[in-house]
């Protein structure tokens, strides 16, 4: 999202929304992070909402400020600071499980194994699960290191 910022006799300026708050958190310290940022053009001031745990050091968050105002004072922008509390939750945010549910194959290998399930019964596919499972690790062991030595050692044994 592209945010308003002036108007010149060449055209409008706009501000990438996600592009700035990337840049805010190029600038922040580990316990802090930018979740968003808004523009106002009338008095050319930023808005950050910034996020800190509970337990923060309000000197680091006065130096960070002070270190956004400098920077975005050089390109004419005034800042502005809020500050939210991050609530501990119970909650991991998984990216790798959340980009794996959005997989075609995981859902169909799924599927696949609840028809299985209903067909043949929990024996059979307790004997699918495992060897599948042998198969995978039979797939992991061949492309680590040991496994490729075994290969080549084979071939080589073989005149190839």
């Known amino acids: 999202m592209y945010l308003f910022w002036k108007r010149t006799s060449l055209g409008s300026l706009l501000v990438s929304q996600d592009g700035m708050c990337d ?7 580990k ?11 009338a008095d050319d001031t930023l808005f950050l909402v910034l996020t800190m745990p509970k337990d923060s050091d309000s000197a680091a968050m006065g130096t ?10 050089k390109v004419g922008l005034s ?8 609530a501990k939750t119970s909650f991991v945010d998984n990216e790798e499980l959340a980009s794996l549910a959005k997989k075609p194959l995981v859902w ?21 699960l495992f ?3 042998a ?26």
Not at 34 to 40: D, I, P, R, Y
Not at 79 to 86: K, M
């Open 135 to 160: 198969f995978y690790a039979g797939v992991l062991f061949f492309q680590s290191e040991t496994g490729s030595e075994l290969v080549r050692k084979l071939r080589s044994m073989a005149g190839r």
């Open 23 to 29: 840049f805010v958190n190029s600038m922040c310290e």
């Open 64 to 73: 960070l400020e002070t270190k956004l105002r400098d920077v975005f004072g």
């Open 131 to 133: 060897w599948g499972g």
């Open 79 to 86: 800042v502005r600071v809020s500050w939210v509390e991050l």
């Open 31 to 41: 316990p802090f992070k930018c979740t968003q940022v808004s523009l106002s053009s």
């Open 108 to 128: 169909a290998v799924a599927f696949a194994l609840f028809a299985l399930l209903l067909k043949e019964g929990v024996v059979t596919l307790l004997w699918s």
